[in-house]
């Protein structure tokens, strides 16, 4: 007697897999087969088997490429920091109502305690970004912009640069605040962390800077503080596979773009907090233009007082420069704005008004 002869037994209901279309098979359709029948047809069986494990492999080659495929978070981008200051900086540039104060920036010292090389030079050219981004002036006094001013003047003295309407050796325009600091601190670690199958390693950058925003009318210092920044970027795989933490420079610039946007939304509070101060610009006939505009959000009617800087007030015991003697010399009033930037006003009393004077909004 042979063996399927004695095998008998229930039917079974069997549901193919869908295999992709790589993979050959009769029908989509359910298949009624008996266990007499599968054992009748033992290579076909073997065959489904072989397809099956095939199919698995694959799929799971595939999965473990897919997850080995290395993550980065982190990218610096359009002058984005992670902690999000950069939106806080743009909302408090479109609060700010002073007007577009010239703002002079030094270059940052390198006071980090092993000198990383260039991060004060890179300090400089964020801030400089930072400050036109939150709706101020920045002029650049850096050495490096110094040397250029003077191959400027160079060229134009001996015609090798034609002159303009604007003449090199007239200097740089005058500046209402300056802003300068140093790099205390700079540092980059790299956490890794294990779980299961998974590895990830993030690379960190920490940066520490001072920074000072002082009124060039007055030498007062106005805010002087210490701000730090952080950036992050992680990288991870699976089973040993995917990316390494490698250097980036990228880690720095991100570290200080966070600090010096921290540091530049402090002073433009600061800047909305004092009284409005702004400069006459012009004089013409019996029109005293002074800078403010419509950005200044002073209405016209407005009284400004008039004053002359004086001589500097010397700390005797130090000898430093901590402020000027203002002498007020008369009263304008606004009444009407040219420009955005630029207002127009007449004079209450007083004479002998200069370009340079001080206009100071009365209470």
């Known amino acids: 007697m042979r063996l399927r002869d004695l095998v008998s037994g229930p039917v079974l209901r069997v549901v193919p897999l869908k295999f992709p279309a790589a993979f050959p098979r009769e029908s989509s359709t359910c298949k009624e087969i008996s266990i007499s029948d599968s054992l009748a047809r033992p290579r076909g069986l073997l065959r489904a088997g072989r397809s099956l494990c095939m199919f698995i492999a694959v799929g799971g080659a595939a999965f473990m490429l897919t997850s080995c495929t290395p993550t980065t978070t982190g990218a610096v981008r359009e002058d984005v920091s992670i902690t999000g200051q950069t939106q806080k900086l743009e909302e408090e540039g479109v609060r700010y109502n002073g007007p577009q104060y010239n703002i002079a920036i030094l270059t940052f010292a390198n006071k980090t305690p092993s000198r990383v090389l260039g991060v004060g030079e890179a300090a400089t050219d964020i801030l400089r970004t930072i400050v036109k981004k939150s709706g101020l002036e920045p002029i650049s006094l850096t050495e490096s912009e110094m040397r250029e001013q003077e191959r400027i003047i160079t060229l134009q003295q001996t015609g090798a640069l034609k002159t303009g309407k604007k003449v090199a050796s ?74 390494r933490s490698t250097a980036d420079v990228g880690l720095r610039e991100g570290a200080m773009r966070d600090a010096l946007t921290k540091a530049m939304t402090r002073m433009v509070e600061k800047l909305n907090s004092i009284p409005f101060q702004s400069r006459i610009v012009a004089i013409d006939g019996g029109t005293v233009i002074i800078r403010a505009g419509t950005k200044s959000k002073i209405e016209p009617g407005a009284v400004f007082g008039v004053f002359r800087p004086g001589a500097d007030l010397v700390d005797p015991d130090t000898g430093r420069v901590i402020g000027k003697r203002e002498k007020k010399i008369g009263e304008i009033m606004l009444t009407a704005h040219e420009s955005d930037r630029v207002s127009d006003a007449t004079v209450r009393s007083g004479v002998g008004f200069a370009v340079g004077d001080v206009v100071k909004v009365l209470k």
């Open 170 to 243: 007239e200097g740089f325009e005058s500046v209402d605040f300056r802003i300068s600091g140093a790099v205390t601190s700079y540092s980059e670690l790299e956490e890794a962390s294990d779980i299961l199958i998974a590895q990830s390693k993030t690379q960190v950058a920490r940066v520490q800077v001072d920074y000072a925003l002082v009124d060039i009318a007055t030498g007062k210092t106005l805010l002087a503080e210490s701000g730090m920044g952080e950036y992050r970027k992680k990288t991870g795989g699976v089973l040993g596979f995917g990316s």
